[in-house]
């Protein structure tokens, strides 16, 4: 559903990515992981078409999205790291503004709105302009944002950061509903435990590289470690897998 062919980026002389191949099947939820400057907001804005890779090129659902990236546009939902919201708009009329964009149906839109709102518990603030939302509040409006038009692939930077507990959990049950549902799910994430609650499989970027993929069993079994102790061994500067030479 989701393929990085040879991807290759830098930001002059800095190389984010070194010819990043990867597959993420389709209903999965696959969770790229790397400590901060890794790569992996740089993987997330490619396939989202919101940066043009250096050479390589990503697949999503069978579309180039450099070659269409309006078809690619139709079946994803992305959530960045640091989302932007209008902020005189109310909670309400920005997931309206985002369905009329996406063409959707005004009943089933405003039904879908309604039930998004419900699930993150914004009922109450649905009808409050954006600007006196908490950054919590923003993080679920954004997540709502994402899944509102029911993407085929959903893309997802930090998900849960700058979520409560409570909330942290709502959106890992959404996830987990999602891929039930038939939708393929690539998130990055530095939280190992989000990665163990909702993941199928995980691959580890460290300055660019994919030095590690498979699922937590398969990793747990090659490596006889759990998953803090592969993540924090494959990432040690100067430990062999990351060594960038």
Request: with cysteine; hydrophobic share 45%; charged share 25%.
């Amino acid at each position: 559903m989701l393929h990085y062919q040879g991807v290759h980026h830098r930001y002059g002389d800095l190389v984010a990515l070194h010819d990043l191949n990867l597959e993420v099947a389709p209903g999965e939820i696959f969770g790229l992981l790397g400590p901060n400057g890794a790569g992996k907001t740089t993987a997330i804005k490619i396939a989202a078409t919101l940066l043009r890779p250096t050479s390589g090129r990503v697949l999503l659902d069978g579309i180039d999205v450099l070659a269409d990236p309006l078809g690619a546009k139709r079946r994803l939902g992305l959530t960045p790291d640091t989302p932007f919201f209008y902020g005189g708009l109310t909670g309400r009329q920005f997931l309206r503004f985002v369905g009329n964009i996406r063409e959707m149906p005004s009943a089933p839109l405003e039904t879908r709105i309604a039930e998004l709102m419900a699930f993150f518990h914004l009922d109450d603030a649905a009808d409050s302009a954006i600007l006196t939302y908490s950054m919590g509040m923003k993080r679920k409006l954004g997540l709502a944002s994402a899944v509102l038009h029911r993407p085929k692939v959903l893309i997802l930077d930090e998900p849960t950061s700058g979520l409560d507990p409570h909330a942290s959990r709502d959106a890992r049950a959404l996830l987990v509903s999602l891929r039930d549902a038939g939708t393929t799910v690539f998130l990055t994430t530095h939280v190992l435990q989000i990665a163990q609650a909702v993941c199928d499989r995980v691959g580890i970027l460290d300055r660019g590289r994919l030095v590690a993929v498979g699922s937590l069993a398969e990793l747990r079994a090659r490596e006889q470690e759990d998953l803090e102790d592969v993540f924090v061994r494959v990432t040690r500067p100067g430990s062999e897998e990351s060594d960038p030479a």
